[in-house]
């Protein structure tokens, strides 16, 4: 297995229609040997283009990309000893899932027998034993799914990449993957380089995560990192279902205001904002850490909003509850037995430990 | 005293009456065509299979049983024809389809511009008719020193040939023309068969340490085979059949040496007026073609699904 580094690298696109684009713009990571690895972004994000970077499918227009002890940028994607898995699976139609699966080792010309022991060992760890004859038609989209990582894995490669392989499976399949995939990770011990616009898949498999923007990495981190300190804005929005809320907040004294209500800020966060003195501020705080006033527990200081809720979602293990600040709709996650109907007023306490704050120009979290 | 009143039972509509109301229009939509092929189609084949019994004779046809098939069987020329059509498809069809193939192949490389320019200019001669791009090759083939081909030849020393009019020649040169003639339909299957391979196949391929070679041979090629057999076989129908060139250009000579089989049934029915030798003739030929045909389904059909 191997290291994946990226230096200063940049990608642009010379697009019949829409002329020169940067698709991915001064990115700069490491990923450590036998590290789980997760790109996610919206689309157009840059993160496909920077898997297909490694792969040597698309060459970048500067920087280098190293694999190992390698520079690879004018490696031709055979020679980086590197296994995808697509989204569509990429899985040869005409042959049968055992010739699909020893495709690679044939090529490299390796002995029959060293080819049937590596298609029938990947073969008994994805379960696709009584299948190896079939065509992909034949297969389930899970099973398809499975050859297709098998047919990565056969191989011994130092690295993995997946470009978005759950994509094409139903929301139950997509959970039972995602397990599956977390268990090959720790039985193979690979470095895996994994992208995906689902922030659930990201979460629940990636040891860091890669978030991007526009072509821009906006924070690497593990999951728990980036949920409880994202950098800026748009990794606070786009991490966390329902996303963080943002509202709108002035700072005056040791406080900050809120439609007129004034909440006093501890000693640290207002030593924090100082420089915002007087000035607008963004405040962001997640759904789970509004709670309503009746099913209140460990919330101390008197943090407390009265709003009007304009909507509610019973998910049954927990509500979501809808309510205005601002031209802003702001999100509750709170305990079912909430009370909470449509045109009710209510009072929501906000636990002021968990907010951030984050500069209205730069979008950037104020650090404190 | 009670009085009962009786409301009669609804009256169900007739089984005929409820088919009508839903499957009427769509049945008469489909009256036209199956009129048109009942009439120009089924008709002619079931009179022509008759006929191939009868000593055929518009006003007194006798019933000779299977005396046209035993003369046919016993008649040379029968044979030479069977022999030249089966050399002008075994000729034509693959070399056709490895053309066809070919440019595909080559257009499917480039721009989208120069794919269209392509597209549109090898399928141009397909719009011409068969009788137009005869005589153009007469012209090509003409055996004096103005033909064309003969005064390429003349570039490089060669004496002028008669192309068409030596029997070592003839069925080459009709051959030549197939060869270079219309490619376009083909073409424009090929390249939409092509387009239709996801590209991550080949991304597949590539990380998978696949050369150029094997790209082509283990996926390009495979994936292609719908398209190969319907080439194949609408090919070598065309090419059992084929009639204009050799009417319009040999004759079916010099000494039967272009007599194909749908030419011998011409002549033997319009030149002989022997209606029933050249029925006998045509339901060879419609046979052979089904045989031809079912053998190539047999061995070259796949499903391919991606």
């Known amino acids: ?368 | 005293m009670q009085t009962q009143t009786m409301t009669a039972p609804p009256r169900t509509p007739s089984p005929f009456k409820r088919f009508w109301r839903e499957y009427g229009w769509a049945y008469l939509f489909i009256l036209a065509p199956v009129l048109l092929f009942l009439s120009f189609t089924l008709y002619p084949v079931v009179t022509a299979f008759l006929m191939s019994f009868q000593k055929y004779n518009i006003m007194n046809s006798t019933w000779i049983g299977l005396d046209n098939y035993k003369r046919m069987l016993h008649d040379d020329v029968f044979w030479k024809s069977i022999r030249n059509t089966v050399i002008f498809t075994i000729g034509t069809v693959p070399i056709n389809i490895i053309i066809t193939f070919g440019l595909s192949f080559f257009i499917y490389q480039m721009k989208n511009s120069w794919q269209t320019f392509f597209k549109a200019t090898l399928y141009l001669p397909t719009v011409a008719s068969g009788v137009t791009i005869s005589i153009v090759w007469l012209a090509i083939f003409d055996p004096t020193d103005s033909g064309l081909l003969n005064r390429l030849l003349e570039l490089f020393g060669i004496d002028p040939l008669i192309w068409l009019g030596k029997s070592n020649s003839a069925l080459l040169s009709l051959m030549l023309m197939n060869w270079l003639g219309s490619h376009g339909a083909g073409i424009i299957l090929y390249l939409a068969a092509m387009g239709g391979i996801p590209k991550s196949l080949y991304e597949a391929a590539d990380i998978d340490h696949a050369s150029m070679w094997t790209k082509f041979r283990r996926i390009t090629w495979p994936l292609m085979k719908p398209t190969t057999l319907y080439l194949l076989v609408t090919g070598v129908i065309t090419s059992f059949q084929v009639f204009i060139s050799v009417y319009l250009m040999t004759q079916g000579g010099p000494n039967f040496a272009t007599t194909t089989i749908a030419y011998l049934i011409y002549e033997t029915a319009f030149k002989f007026y022997d209606f029933g030798l050249a029925s006998a003739q045509s339901f060879v030929l419609a046979s052979l073609i089904i045989i031809v045909s079912i053998i190539q389904f047999k061995y070259f059909s796949s499903d391919i699904e991606y």
Not at chain 1, 35 to 42: A, I, K, Q
Not at chain 1, 165 to 187: C, F, G, I, T
């Open chain 1, 1 to 368: 297995m191997a290291r994946v580094e990226f230096r200063n690298v940049r990608k642009q696109f010379d697009d019949e229609k829409k002329g020169i684009f940067t698709a991915v713009e001064g990115s700069n990571f490491v990923i450590n040997d036998r590290e789980f690895v997760v790109f996610v972004g919206p689309s157009g994000c840059g993160k496909t283009t920077s898997l297909r970077m490694i792969a040597g499918l698309e060459k970048q227009t500067s920087g280098d990309i190293i694999i190992g002890d390698r520079i690879v940028n004018d490696l031709h994607p055979k020679d980086r000893d590197i296994a995808m898995v697509f989204q569509d699976y990429a899985l040869y139609p005409h042959m049968t899932i055992r010739e699909n699966l020893s495709f690679g080792l044939r090529n490299l010309k390796k002995p029959k027998t060293y080819i049937e022991e590596k298609v029938r060992e990947a073969a008994a760890v994805l379960g696709l034993e009584e299948m190896l004859d079939r065509k992909p038609r034949e297969l389930s989209g899970g099973q398809r799914q499975r050859v297709a990582v098998g047919r990565a894995i056969v191989r011994d490669p130092q690295v993995f990449l997946f470009d978005e392989p759950l994509s094409n499976l139903d929301a139950k399949l997509r959970v039972q993957m995602r397990v599956e995939l977390a268990d090959l990770h720790k039985r193979l011990g690979a470095t895996i380089v994994y992208v995906t616009h689902d922030q659930v898949e990201a979460m629940t498999l990636g040891e860091r995560i890669v978030v991007m923007n526009q072509g821009v990495i906006q924070q690497i981190a593990s999951p728990a990192e980036l949920y409880a300190n994202p950098q800026n804005m748009f990794v606070a929005g786009f991490i966390g279902s329902p996303p963080m809320n943002f509202i709108d907040a002035r700072v005056l004294g040791n406080s900050v205001f809120v439609e007129g209500t004034e909440f006093a800020l501890q000693d640290t966060i207002a030593d924090g904002l100082r420089a915002y003195q007087g000035r607008e501020v963004i405040l962001g705080i997640r759904p789970e850490h509004i709670f309503g006033e009746d099913v209140v527990s460990s919330v101390s200081g008197n943090y407390r909003l009265t709003k009007q809720i304009k909507a509610v979602e019973h998910l049954g293990s927990e509500n979501l509850i809808y309510f205005p600040i601002g031209n802003r709709t702001v999100t509750a996650k709170v305990h079912p037995e909430t009370v909470a109907y449509p045109g009710l007023s209510k009072t929501f306490v906000l636990d002021f430990s968990k907010v951030h704050f984050f500069d209205p120009e730069t979008q950037q979290r104020i650090e404190y």
